[in-house]
């Protein structure tokens, strides 16, 4: 079974670049044919899919985020991490890391989440 575990600030200020690690166990990140993804969740508003890495090491991005994100992965500690620049109020939402067969679809593994604040 594998799981995912967020970390990271839970509070970044506006201008600032948010940095979240997911740390998988129990598989590893770059086993065929899985995709390892962000997905943010503003409060009162619906999922967005921002983007992922693959088991390659390809990153797919949401062109809406595309400018402002970056996701890497660090295979000897079995982790991929986000990266979201220039962070406003409006990128406060809680964040999860998931596991699937595509980039934003197929989506079988699911960590818990983590809320961040952007707040000065």
């Known amino acids: 079974q594998v799981q995912l575990q967020e970390s990271g600030p839970g509070l970044v200020k506006p201008s600032q670049t948010l940095s979240l690690t997911c740390t998988v166990s129990?598989?590893?990140?770059?086993?065929?044919?899985?995709?390892w993804t962000w997905i943010r969740q503003p409060p009162g508003k619906g999922l967005e899919w921002m983007g992922a890495?693959?088991?390659?090491?390809?990153?797919y991005y949401s062109p809406s985020l595309k400018s402002r994100t970056a996701i890497s992965r660090d295979t000897s500690k079995n982790q991929f991490t986000l990266q979201l620049s220039s962070v406003t109020p409006e990128d406060t939402a809680v964040y999860t890391c998931?596991?699937?067969?595509?980039?934003?679809?197929?989506?079988?593994?699911w960590g818990k989440g983590t809320l961040v604040t952007v707040s000065s």
């Open positions: 129990g598989g590893s990140i770059t086993t065929n044919y899985y995709y």
């Open positions: 890495i693959a088991y390659s090491g390809s990153t």
């Open positions: 998931a596991r699937g067969l595509g980039p934003y679809w197929s989506l079988e593994d």
